[in-house]
């Protein structure tokens, strides 16, 4: 009797424990409730994660770790640094794109204490595609919950005496998920090869023009945009404070007929920034080509984000 309980017992436990990491690795929810605990502040001695849940059709939900940085506690999900608010909740990193428009006009880039706040709180301005190894991306396949239903077919199939068949099958299948795998690395590969090198600019700072990189641009650098930035993308997305210049929009829009974009624009007291509809005419966006540009005296453009 007792070799029988044995018998049974050890593939039933077995089975939980396989059960039990499948369902906390597909499931969110099932993982923090196995593997964490619900605190009611905060701890730097500890290591603590917040469970990041995205809109529906954007993405997947995510543990993501606390990281404390001098005086903030923030965390980062999907390249997007969320930071803790005093009233008991994390909300996006905030950038100028809502202030009145006399601010704009009336700033004088960044310096002092204001490019040191700025260089702390907002990350580079880069545009970085993380290409995952051979490992992870093969983990995250082997993982799917079709393939998991493919592999348990295979193993009742192996209780059958056309073994050597179900053997077969399980390779085949390895080895497509293998191609697959290095067609993902492949197209991964050639999206970072799209990327924007850096180069440099002229940005107004500390009262003065000097030449930065574009990877180290920040929220409120007043920067000028030449003819010779033509020939590499914009930036940044910067609202224009004198000239005017004729872009190429098609790499966000899909159209290529050139725009118009110029500083002319009704600095109203008390009247916002509308990057979406009242202004669009006076933002360059980021990825955007030049093709030609006439600055005005001085300042250019000052970027937003």
């Known amino acids: 009797n007792l070799s029988m309980v044995g018998f049974w017992l050890i593939p039933i436990v077995f089975v939980g424990h396989v059960a039990t990491f499948l369902m906390a690795y597909w499931s969110i929810r099932i993982n923090c409730f196995l593997r964490f605990q619900s605190l009611k502040a905060f701890n730097p001695k500890k290591k603590m994660?917040?469970?990041a849940i995205p809109h529906p059709h954007c993405g997947s939900p995510k543990m993501c770790p606390?990281?404390?940085?001098?005086r903030q506690i923030l965390f980062v999900f999907q390249e997007t640094k969320y930071i803790y608010h005093k009233d008991g909740y994390f909300q996006p990193l905030g950038?100028?794109?809502n202030l009145p428009l006399e601010d704009y006009h009336q700033s004088h880039g960044l310096r002092g204490g204001l490019l040191s706040e700025a260089q702390l709180k907002y990350p580079p301005n880069e545009f970085n595609i993380p290409l995952p190894t051979f490992q992870e991306l093969f983990k995250e396949h082997a993982m799917a919950p079709f393939f998991v239903f493919q592999v348990f077919c295979v193993g009742l199939w192996c209780l059958d005496e056309y073994w050597y068949y179900s053997v077969i099958t399980l390779i085949m299948l390895f080895i497509f998920e293998k191609q697959v795998v290095n067609r993902r690395l492949d197209s991964l590969q050639k999206l970072r090869e799209m990327r924007m090198p850096p180069f440099h600019i002229w940005a107004y700072r500390k009262e003065s023009w000097v030449l930065v990189s574009t990877s180290s641009l920040l929220p409120g650098?007043?920067?000028?945009?030449t003819d010779s930035v033509g020939q590499s993308a914009c930036p940044c997305d910067c609202l224009l404070l004198h000239g005017?210049?004729?872009?190429n929009e098609a790499m966000l829009t899909g159209e290529s007929v050139p725009q118009v974009r110029d500083a002319e624009m009704d600095v109203a007291p008390g009247l916002r920034l509308d990057i979406e509809?009242?202004?669009?005419r006076n933002i360059v966006f980021g990825g955007t080509r030049i093709l030609q540009a006439s600055s005005g005296k001085g300042k250019s453009a000052i970027k937003l984000r």
Not at 66 to 70: D, L, S
Not at 244 to 247: G, Q
């Open 49 to 51: 994660f917040v469970c």
């Open 66 to 70: 606390v990281i404390y940085h001098g």
């Open 95 to 97: 950038y100028p794109i």
């Open 221 to 225: 650098d007043i920067i000028e945009l």
């Open 244 to 247: 005017s210049c004729v872009v």
């Open 277 to 280: 509809k009242r202004h669009k």
